[in-house]
């Protein structure tokens, strides 16, 4: 019943701005962190934000300032804000849910992953 589905991925213009959602069900939503990752080809996934369930936020250095994560628990939903966006910005994006409320941690210890939407993000 656990799922994860992310939404909203596009091609974008460099320095252009796109939010991407994403719904989680079958967990308690309000009660877990809440993070966003990326994968470009050929490279490791890694973190880009992650939101706890008492709303402190961490970014990874190359977005923060550029990228705001958010969350509606009413909504079972969080979002990623990316503004001024970069070549490198591009992959895929996954959004996945943790069993606990901390949010400050690698990727191999989050538990439930959506299936991922692509961005890519032109010159």
């Known amino acids: 019943q656990v799922q994860v589905v992310e939404s909203g991925g596009d091609s974008v213009q460099a320095g252009g701005s796109h939010r991407l959602t994403c719904t989680g069900s079958?967990?308690?939503?309000?009660?877990?962190?809440m993070g966003w990752f990326r994968q470009a080809p050929g490279k490791e996934r890694e973190g880009v934000s992650s939101?706890?369930?008492?709303?402190?936020?961490i970014y990874a250095p190359s977005v923060k300032g550029r990228f705001t994560i958010s969350r509606d628990n009413a909504k079972n939903t969080v979002y990623l804000q990316m503004n001024n966006l970069k070549p490198e910005d591009t992959g895929m994006y996954y959004c996945?849910?943790?069993?606990?409320?901390?949010?400050?941690?690698?990727?191999?210890?989050?538990?439930?992953w959506g299936r991922g939407t692509q961005v890519t993000v032109s010159s």
């Open positions: 996945a849910a943790s069993r606990t409320a901390m949010g400050f941690k690698p990727a191999s210890l989050w538990d439930y």
């Open positions: 079958g967990f308690p939503f309000a009660d877990v962190a």
């Open positions: 939101i706890s369930a008492g709303g402190s936020r």
